[in-house]
Nanobody, 114 residues
Framework: VQLQASGGGLVQAGGSLRLSCAASGSAFPINTLGWHRQAPGKQRELVAQATNGGSTNYADSVKGRFTISRDNAKNTVALQMNALEPEDTAVYYC?????????WGKGTLVTVSS
């Protein structure tokens, strides 16, 4: 499975950004697609994930601000990020979990200025 992410960039606090990720190499809907992030000096953390059955999971820090969505037929996942805060500044990684194997895309930088 290969993951290609797009989006990210620089935005002011309170603004919005949308991240997209396309997974290739699987003929079937991948079990879990999602996003992690890693801020400078911090460990990588889960942001949001969605299963092919429709279940979603969010980090407490982004609940109510971020929305994850996926297209099972296309194996794509998107993360709509609203009301961004400087604390959301990080490198965001698209990831997939399928048959207990994890796959990671290259990170995309999100910078939120105050």
């Amino acid at each position: 499975v290969q993951l290609q992410a797009s989006g990210g960039g620089l935005v002011q606090a309170g603004g919005s950004l949308r991240l997209s990720c396309a997974a290739s190499g699987s003929a079937f809907p991948i079990n879990t697609l999602g996003w992690h992030r890693q801020a400078p000096g911090k460990q990588r953390e889960l942001v949001a994930q969605a299963t092919n059955g429709g279940s979603t999971n969010y980090a407490d820090s982004v609940k109510g601000r971020f929305t994850i969505s996926r297209d099972n037929a296309k194996n794509t996942v998107a993360l709509q990020m609203n009301a961004l805060e400087p604390e959301d500044t990080a490198v965001y990684y698209c990831y997939a979990l399928d048959w207990s194997v994890s796959y990671w895309g290259k990170g995309t930088l999100v910078t939120v200025s105050s």
